[in-house]
């Protein structure tokens, strides 16, 4: 099936020590997202790709960045993560064609935790 | 303040009984969208509206979206178990021409108690 992937389910980083999650997909989709997730809080968007072109939300640290090395995968790299930057991150695609809306489609997501 | 805003917060339900959760938006609705997500994995996407007064339904869930309101509803009828996590609303709030990029609300958490 049809799907996208989050690895690992779980990380535990150490206080400073940077870190990779990665995505892919399956789905052959142009946008690519990743959010982060705080307890009882809405996903918060921190950048997405469409195609190769990456977007980057105003309030995202520069702490967070992100590569898409082909339409396949996704990764986000925290730098140098703190204890705020516990939560958890959820990868999404989106067929992303213009002038439509469509829905996005969810990984099971990463949840980090930092120590 | 949060652009979309999801009432309850939390609801908790007798087995078969019926539900509504609310979702307004501060901005116009280009699109909603539903999600349900269970507690420490990934959103699962329920149903999309996007004309004012469109009515969607699938199983037990029926969704409604309120245009001129800019709102919309989530109702649950002869609720079960298997509808309890937290349902998010999330919508095209960026522009009238079609956008990929959703904003979600802090979800409502649904217990069923059998």
């Known amino acids: 099936d049809a799907m996208v992937i989050q690895n690992p389910r779980y990380q535990v980083t150490q206080f400073g020590k940077p870190v990779t999650l990665s995505c892919s997909q399956t789905?052959?989709?142009?946008?690519m997202y990743w959010y982060q997730q705080k307890s009882s809080q809405a996903p918060k968007l921190l950048f997405h790709?469409?195609?190769?072109?990456?977007?980057n939300e105003a309030d995202t640290p520069d702490n967070f960045q992100s590569r898409r090395p082909n339409t396949s995968f996704c990764f986000l790299d925290i730098r140098s993560p703190g204890l705020g930057d516990a939560a958890m991150y959820l990868c999404?695609?989106?067929?992303?064609?213009?002038?439509?809306?469509?829905?996005?489609?969810f990984g099971p997501g990463t949840r980090l935790t930092v120590t | 303040s949060q652009e979309l805003e999801q009432s309850p917060q939390s609801l908790i339900v007798q087995e078969g009984k019926n539900l509504t959760i609310n979702c307004t938006s501060s901005?116009?609705?280009?699109?909603l969208y539903w999600y349900k997500q269970k507690y420490g994995e990934g959103l699962i996407f329920l149903m999309m509206?996007?004309?004012?007064?469109e009515e969607k339904s699938h199983e037990k869930i029926t969704a409604k979206l309120d245009e001129k309101k800019q709102q919309s509803s989530l109702h649950i009828t002869a609720s079960q178990p298997s509808h309890a996590g937290i349902y998010l609303c999330?919508?095209?709030?960026?522009?009238?021409?079609?956008?990929?990029?959703?904003?979600f609300g802090k979800g409502t958490k649904l217990s069923v108690i059998p």
């Open positions: 999404a695609t989106s067929p992303g064609q213009a002038y439509s809306s469509y829905e996005q489609y």
């Open positions: 789905l052959n989709h142009n946008v």
């Open positions: 790709y469409y195609d190769k072109d990456f977007n």
């Open positions: 901005k116009t609705l280009y699109g």
């Open positions: 509206l996007q004309k004012g007064g």
């Open positions: 999330g919508a095209d709030i960026t522009s009238g021409a079609g956008s990929y990029q959703l904003t």
